[in-house]
């Protein structure tokens, strides 16, 4: 682990690229610190992907510049309104700084130690499928100064110029990349840490000072901050599972998206006249820059956003309805009226959700049974045994599941009694019990109704159990506070619950060590010397890639290869553009013909017409396919034809990995 202090400086530089532009923005508007830092997150994330769809049309690059010429945008609009409209205010913390940093440092540290403890360098990275995508994104980005969630898929669906992913996770790296100098490999590590940090931590103890009542603001705040690295499902899941990094950083925006709109919702109910409009205002702004920003992460995390919400406006729309109602008179009309509205909105929205599931997704197009059965969807347990694991805090981290965090489990359910008796919390109960209840099924069983409901989170129980933590860091307060006021032993300053929460942390760090959190997470990051198998690649490929390719390829050439055996990294290592960055994809005609019929060189002119079109000279081949292949049959065979049949002259080879020239089709023309 000594190795990781030397990356202390590029968290500092990731930390700068989330927060900085955030924190510009809000400069007109008086906060406190945390406050602050936790709006900063979703505006920073916003103005990130905001910057890297505008740069395009501009024909400017993306850099980490970008993002805060956006932020300076934001912060003339906010210093405008806040003059038109005085009543914009956000509370004070009531957490003293002396207090909240050591906290907030130590809990990072933390989280950083259990995730990592067994990744022996920083220079090693996710072997997992969805992180062979995730680098060459970041790859292209460097490479093309084009960091637009609009066309960043068309890397692997190279038939169009329109094909949405979202952006902000690997414009994030790239932004880090620049300001530090960094290695990717190293940028991805420290924004890891810099998100959990400046985003999931201070939003989750913002959520919690929102929601939990009568208790000092700066002591919710000092508890909730260690919980926060507590929960197994939340950040740590997500690291040794898919690696799902999008959707990661989507998760880390949910407590400081919840808790605008809770805020505003409350603000908007309890204020009048001009101060209303205020509170409006600054309400859909934040609540729409968080969505925009949970977009840019993942929008699939929209859902889940919508999950935690749903009971809050049922909650409070019931409210509203019951006192109009007694009012009577125009109040009651209005009460109608409202609720017709609704109706009618509401079966607009299923209408359009349906027409998008049937029409663009094809939701009748096969049998459902048929659907979702991947590996990431198929049941493994019980529906009690999920049931279970949320109970005991004992979550999947990989191939098995973690020891039971019993404190903290204990808190957590101490915290659910509190909120069940108090009101105007019960609706977060609901909201935990409805996400604990997906999970259980999605991990749980198989039939039609589990995947239609958890259809939208691809049926994958890591995406669904990431979401409670969301919730559980708020009922683990108050159970935390709860309990230090039975035992009598919390005092002015809330000592007593700080280091109640502390002990509960560590508990549950060790729990998360010894049940195999930690180990699933360095088996993911494992990087063979040599001679990959189950890896993407080996450190010798690497080598290879970073020594030989810049040297013997020219500039503006593609190198072709099975992208199963890492040659899809080509770009991030030896700076040359794979025709296939990624395992899967919807190729155009060319890559299509060579992917399967690259061995038809001799007697099919196409292929040279192909090669020429795509620029291609040269072959990168290492025979072995990571996560032993792809299920579904080999892809790319023609790349392994062709070089087995020995058609292609070797020009470069470590005994690993071999560089190949294509001389059947001649020299490639300048220009």
């Known amino acids: 682990m000594t190795a990781w202090f030397a990356v202390v400086p590029v968290v500092v530089g990731a930390l700068a690229v989330v927060l900085i532009p955030g924190i510009a923005a809000t400069l007109p508007v008086r906060m406190g610190l945390l406050s602050r830092v936790a709006l900063a997150g979703p505006i920073g994330v916003m103005a990130i992907g905001v910057a890297g769809i505008v740069s395009q049309p501009l024909h400017l690059p993306f850099s980490a510049v970008s993002p805060i010429i956006v932020a300076l945008v934001v912060a003339i609009v906010l210093f405008v309104t806040t003059r038109l409209l005085p009543g914009i205010r956000v509370r004070p913390d009531g957490v003293r700084v002396v207090w909240l940093l050591p906290v907030w440092i130590l809990t990072a540290l933390a989280v950083a130690v259990i995730a990592l403890w067994q990744v022996p360098s920083p220079d090693l990275f996710s072997q997992a499928y969805d992180n062979n995508f995730h680098l060459a994104a970041i790859a292209h980005i460097l490479s093309t100064g084009d960091a637009s969630s609009l066309t960043l898929r068309s890397i692997i669906e190279t038939g169009k110029t329109f094909a949405f992913y979202p952006s902000g996770w690997h414009s994030i790296v790239a932004a880090t990349v620049q300001v530090t100098g960094a290695t990717v490999p190293v940028a991805v590590n420290a924004a890891w840490i810099a998100v959990v940090a400046g985003i999931w931590l201070p939003g989750a103890a913002w959520l919690a000072q929102a929601l939990v009542p009568r208790h000092p603001r700066g002591i919710v705040a000092l508890v909730a901050f260690p919980l926060g690295a507590a929960f197994g499902a939340m950040p740590y899941a997500l690291l040794s599972w898919g690696t799902l990094y999008p959707t990661f950083l989507g998760t880390a925006l949910l407590p400081a998206g919840v808790a605008v709109v809770v805020l505003a919702v409350r603000a908007v109910v309890a204020e009048r006249g001009p101060r209303r409009v205020a509170a409006l205002l600054w309400g859909g702004g934040m609540s729409l820059t968080a969505t925009a920003a949970i977009g840019f992460g993942q929008p699939r995390v929209l859902v889940s956003w919508a999950v935690l919400l749903l009971p809050f406006v049922l909650a409070t729309a019931g409210s509203l309805v019951r006192a109009g109602w007694r009012r009577g008179g125009r109040s009651r009309r209005a009460v109608t009226w409202s609720l017709i509205g609704v109706v009618i909105a509401l079966v607009v929205v299923a209408a359009v959700g349906f027409w998008y599931l049937v029409a663009r997704l094809g939701l009748f197009a096969r049998p459902l049974d048929d659907r979702l059965g991947g590996p990431q969807a198929k049941a493994t347990q019980s529906v009690l045994d999920g049931l279970g694991q949320v109970l005991l805090q004992a979550w999947p981290t990989g191939p098995t599941v973690n020891f039971p965090a019993v404190l903290l489990a204990a808190v957590v359910v101490g915290g659910v009694l509190v909120a069940l008796r108090t009101r105007g919390l019960r609706w977060i109960v609901v909201s935990y019990a409805v996400l604990a209840l997906l999970f259980a099924a999605s991990a749980g069983s198989d039939d039609v109704v589990?995947?239609?409901?958890?259809?939208?989170?691809?049926?994958?129980?890591?995406?669904?159990?990431?979401?409670?933590?969301?919730?559980?860091?708020?009922?683990?307060?108050?159970?935390?506070?709860?309990?230090?006021?039975?035992?009598?032993?919390?005092?002015?300053?809330?000592?007593?619950?700080?280091?109640?929460?502390?002990?509960?942390?560590?508990?549950?760090?060790?729990?998360?060590?010894?049940?195999?959190?930690?180990?699933?997470?360095?088996?993911?990051?494992?990087?063979?010397?040599?001679?990959?198998?189950?890896?993407?690649?080996?450190?010798?490929?690497?080598?290879?890639?970073?020594?030989?390719?810049?040297m013997i390829v020219?500039?503006?050439?593609?190198?072709?290869?099975?992208?199963?055996?890492?040659?899809?990294?080509?770009?991030?290592?030896?700076?040359?553009?794979?025709?296939?960055?990624?395992?899967?994809?919807?190729?155009?005609?060319?890559?299509?013909?060579?992917?399967?019929?690259?061995?038809?060189?001799?007697?099919?002119?196409?292929?040279?017409?192909?090669?020429?079109?795509?620029?291609?000279?040269?072959?990168?081949?290492?025979?072995?396919?990571?996560?032993?292949?792809?299920?579904?049959?080999?892809?790319?065979?023609?790349?392994?034809?062709?070089?087995?049949?020995?058609?292609?002259?070797?020009?470069?080879?470590?005994?690993?990995?071999?560089?190949?020239?294509?001389?059947?089709?001649?020299?490639?023309?300048?220009g």
């Not at 259809?455 to 559980?472: E, Q, T």
């Open 450 to 550: 589990t995947k239609l409901a958890t259809a939208l989170w691809y049926k994958d129980r890591y995406r669904i159990d990431s979401v409670l933590p969301v919730i559980g860091v708020t009922l683990a307060t108050l159970g935390v506070l709860a309990a230090t006021a039975w035992l009598r032993r919390a005092d002015a300053r809330g000592g007593g619950a700080l280091a109640l929460a502390g002990v509960v942390t560590a508990t549950s760090g060790v729990a998360l060590v010894a049940g195999g959190a930690s180990a699933s997470i360095g088996r993911v990051f494992a990087m063979p010397a040599s001679h990959a198998t189950e890896a993407i690649v080996s450190a010798a490929q690497i080598e290879f890639m970073t020594s030989r390719l810049p």
């Open 554 to 670: 020219p500039v503006g050439q593609r190198v072709i290869g099975d992208p199963w055996d890492g040659s899809g990294l080509s770009l991030l290592f030896g700076d040359r553009e794979p025709v296939f960055p990624h395992v899967n994809g919807q190729w155009d005609p060319q890559r299509s013909l060579l992917a399967l019929h690259l061995q038809d060189i001799r007697t099919d002119p196409a292929v040279c017409q192909a090669l020429d079109a795509l620029r291609v000279r040269y072959v990168l081949y290492n025979p072995h396919a990571f996560g032993g292949g792809d299920p579904s049959g080999n892809h790319f065979s023609g790349v392994h034809a062709a070089v087995e049949a020995g058609l292609f002259t070797p020009v470069a080879t470590d005994g690993d990995t071999s560089l190949l020239e294509i001389t059947q089709c001649g020299p490639l023309t300048t």
